[in-house]
C-alpha cells in the first residue's frame, strides 16, 4: 500500500513539475517520510526519481528544440564544480540565517515569475556573452544549493527568465542540469542506506509517466506566459514549505 501511495503521488507531483523544470524532491522527501520511509531512502529514492523524470521530460526537450545548450553546458559544468565548495563553506554559517535568505530570494524571485515581464531576446551577443552568462548563472546555482544543499533549479530558472529567455527554455534547459546534480545526490545517500526496492519500482514508473505528461503540456499545450505561472507557483511553495521547517 505504501509503494502504491508512493506511486500517485509521485506521477501528480512530477507531472506539475517537470513543467517548471525544478525537480520534485523537495516534497517528495517529506512525503516518504510520513510514510514511514527511512531518511536516507527517501532522500535517495527521490534524488534518483528526480534524475529519472528529467531524463524522460529532456527527451522531448530536446525533440523540441527548447534547451539551450550554449548556456546549458557551461551552468552544468561550473555549478557541478562549486556545489561541493558551497557545501563546504555552509560547515561554518548558521543554517537557520541562510534559509530565511533563500526563502526570501524565492519569494522575491516567485512575485518577478508571476508580475515582472522581462524584454524577450533571441540573441545575448557573442559566444562569450552566452559562456559569461553561463558560467555567471551556474556559480551562483552550484555555490548556493551546496550552501543550502537544495536544487540548483530554484535559482536557475528565475534568472535566465529575468536575463530574457523563454521560460519554456528555461525550463528544458533546467531540466538537462537537474538530471546530474541529482544523480550526485543520489549517489552519496544512496551510499548511506539501501533502496527500497517495491518503493522504487513502483515511483520510477510514475515519475517516468509524469515526466512524459508534464513535458507534453509544457511544450504542446501551454504557453510561454501559463509556464512563468506555474514556475512562480512552484517557487511560492518552495518557499512556504522551508518555513514551515523552521517555524
Known amino acids: ?35 514511514g520511509v527511512g531518511l536516507h531512502t527517501a532522500m535517495a529514492t527521490a534524488l534518483l526519481l528526480n534524475a529519472v523524470a528529467m531524463s524522460v521530460a529532456s527527451v522531448n526537450f530536446v525533440r523540441k528544440r527548447l534547451v539551450v545548450w550554449n548556456v546549458t553546458l557551461p551552468i552544468l559544468v561550473v555549478a557541478t564544480a562549486l556545489s561541493p565548495v558551497g557545501a563546504y563553506v555552509s560547515q561554518g554559517l548558521d543554517r ?97 542506506a539501501g533502496v527500497d526496492a517495491p518503493l522504487l519500482a513502483t515511483t520510477t514508473v510514475a515519475a517516468a509517466s509524469g515526466a512524459a505528461l508534464g513535458s507534453w503540456l509544457m511544450t504542446d499545450r501551454l504557453k510561454g506566459r501559463h509556464v512563468k505561472t506555474i514556475i512562480g507557483v512552484v517557487l511560492i511553495t518552495i518557499a512556504a514549505k522551508l518555513t514551515w521547517g523552521l517555524l
Not at 501528480?12 to 510514510?35: E, K, N, Y
Not at 530558472?157 to 538530471?179: C, E, H, N, Q, R
Not at 550526485?184 to 551510499?191: I, L, N, P, T
Open 1 to 35: 500500500m505504501t509503494a502504491i501511495l508512493a506511486g500517485l503521488v509521485t506521477f501528480g507531483f512530477t507531472a506539475v513539475l517537470t513543467i517548471a523544470g525544478v525537480g520534485a524532491a523537495f516534497i517528495l522527501i517529506p512525503v516518504f517520510l510520513s510514510l
Open 96 to 192: 537557520d540565517v541562510l534559509l530565511w535568505m533563500f526563502i526570501a530570494f524565492l519569494v522575491f524571485a516567485a512575485l518577478m515569475m508571476l508580475f515582472y515581464r522581462p524584454r524577450p531576446r533571441d540573441a545575448f551577443g557573442g559566444i562569450g556573452v552566452v559562456l559569461g552568462i553561463g558560467m555567471a548563472v551556474g556559480a551562483v546555482a552550484g555555490f548556493v544549493g551546496g550552501l543550502l544543499g537544495v536544487g540548483g533549479g530554484n535559482i536557475i530558472v528565475p534568472a535566465l527568465v529575468a536575463l530574457g529567455f523563454d521560460p519554456k527554455k528555461a525550463s528544458a534547459s533546467t531540466s538537462v542540469v537537474v538530471i546530474f546534480s541529482s544523480l550526485s545526490g543520489f549517489f552519496g545517500h544512496a551510499s548511506l
